[in-house]
């Protein structure tokens, strides 16, 4: 974690120590001082402002000027939460976050912005009464022998034998649905073993570079990420639909573009949140606390993920099938796996 010394400290260092010293840029804890800090602790650090200046024409210096003109020395403390969450806000990311003692802002209009394409009440109705659960995976197997499986979230671990059950019993199925609809995300190593049971062999599914210094440019050179083969037997070998909407999120935009690597899937729904690369946490002079991503996440054609997945199939959920307790994208999805199985 940064930790942003007072001048003072400084002083007193360069004192004993004299002037071979290199001194770092500081910042005191006052309005000006907490609203530079978190600017340029973001400007150093947060892996997305070239892609984001190309994607929508992000300028992080002209975001400085507008925004240093809003603070003032006499602002409180929620005005002052306000304006910095606003400034954050411009980098269009729900994986950048200022966190009080009893705030925390986020970005929420990669969502918000879009169709919801999910339904609690009318997945109930596909689930049914009878249907399991293990590890927080909810599973059934629908009246055309296809299997369905929702995954509402990556933040508990699943466990080897509570997979291998889950697949044990949908084994006599001509196909799987797997839905992570709503799935905000959560863990990357749970995202990676869920989708490690869908492949025999080893697959490339991206790359993953790392800021190496303060420049928007500096990165390190693009690492392969693989894709390996779980250690269990009970892995799926038939065809395989991933549903997917504007919530699917983080953790989740990592299994996606990972279960889109492989040839005996495709994704169905709308377009997922986005939210790539890993996370970095700092702190402002007055103890708030920033965290951002900080190493960009690419598909295999070095593709950002940052804005989310396209889908093979995009369907939205139609009103007239709403009304009627009907989910247009797990149709869809059966009717494209009953020609495929």
């Given at each position: ?15 004993l ?23 340029k602790?973001?400007d ?12 929508y024409?992000l300028?992080?210096?002209?975001i ?5 003109n809003?603070?003032?020395p ?7 939460f306000?304006?910095l969450?606003d400034m ?6 729900g ?12 970005y ?11 339904s ?6 596909y ?24 995954c ?5 671990s ?24 709503n799935n905000?995300?959560?863990s990357?190593h ?9 492949t ?9 570079a ?31 639909a ?15 573009n990972?279960?889109?690597q492989l040839?005996?899937?495709i ?24 965290r ?9 054609h ?9 889908p093979?199939?995009k ?23 009953r020609?495929?199985?």
């Amino acid at each position: 974690m940064f930790k942003f010394i007072k001048s003072s400290s400084i002083l007193a260092v360069l004192t004993l120590l004299g002037s071979s010293c290199i001194m770092e840029e500081t910042f005191d804890n006052t309005p000006e001082g907490n609203f530079e800090a978190l600017w340029k602790t973001i400007d150093e650090h947060y892996c997305f402002l070239e892609y984001k200046q190309a994607e929508y024409g992000l300028d992080w210096n002209n975001i400085h000027a507008t925004y240093k003109n809003r603070i003032t020395p006499s602002i409180t403390s929620k005005g002052l939460f306000d304006i910095l969450s606003d400034m954050t806000n411009e980098l269009r990311d729900g994986h950048v976050n200022l966190i009080s003692k009893d705030r925390v802002s986020q970005y929420r209009q990669w969502y918000d912005n879009y169709p919801r394409n999910f339904s609690d009440s009318i997945q109930s109705i596909y689930l049914g009464k009878d249907y399991h659960i293990a590890a927080g995976l909810k599973y059934t197997i629908l009246d055309d022998n296809i299997g369905y499986i929702y995954c509402g979230s990556f933040d508990t671990s699943f466990g080897n034998g509570n997979l291998d059950e889950i697949l044990q019993t949908l084994s006599a199925c001509n196909a799987l649905i797997i839905d992570v609809r709503n799935n905000g995300g959560g863990s990357l190593h749970t995202a990676e073993k869920l989708a490690s049971r869908f492949t025999n062999k080893k697959v490339l599914v991206g790359y993953m570079a790392y800021k190496t210094g303060p420049r928007h440019k500096d990165f390190s050179k693009p690492q392969p990420v693989y894709l390996e083969p779980a250690t269990s037997n009970v892995r799926w070998q038939k065809p395989v639909a991933v549903l997917t909407n504007r919530r699917s999120y983080s953790a989740t935009n990592d299994f996606v573009n990972r279960m889109k690597q492989l040839p005996n899937v495709i994704l169905i729904g709308d377009k997922t949140g986005g939210g790539s690369g890993l996370p970095f946490s700092s702190e402002i002079p007055n103890g708030w606390s920033v965290r951002f991503s900080a190493s960009p996440m690419f598909d295999p054609h070095m593709n950002q993920l940052e804005f989310g997945i396209e889908p093979d199939l995009k369907v939205d959920i139609a009103s007239t099938d709403y009304n009627k307790g009907i989910d247009t994208i797990i149709e869809k999805a059966r009717e494209i796996l009953r020609t495929k199985s």
